[in-house]
């Protein structure tokens, strides 16, 4: 049996933006705990993947959701990333893209993009994606 609640993250490696993103979905969801699904500049990483890579960060996902019954799933992308060097605008553009991409993965789950800021804040940067919004 699992306890406590849960949300999802698929966040960056960095260390530095560990702290926020789960402190942010935890006060925003009212949630205990947040599953990390780490790699670097994942937006690009998703966008980008081939396929194996694609399974894997599901398969994360999916043991998150069924496993720990996670309902929210927050893709994040961040100032100053060595994994994906791009300037603010590109990098939120890729997280809108990879919610939606998310979105089509079918989970029943809330979806929202965060961005990490210059002082290490989070900003919600697209609108919460509502389950079953896929068409
Ligand atoms: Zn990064």
Redesign the pocket.
Known sequence: MTNGTFGTAIN???GR?QEPVMNWVKEQFQVQYVDKIND???TKVILEGNEETLASIKKRVEISHHGHRSEVLVIA??H?????PVPREEQVKQIKETTELANSWGYDMKIVGLYVNDQWKVEQVTEVIQPNSAS
């Open positions: 960056c490696m960095d933006v670097a500049g994942p992308g961040h100053d990333c060595a994994g994906n």
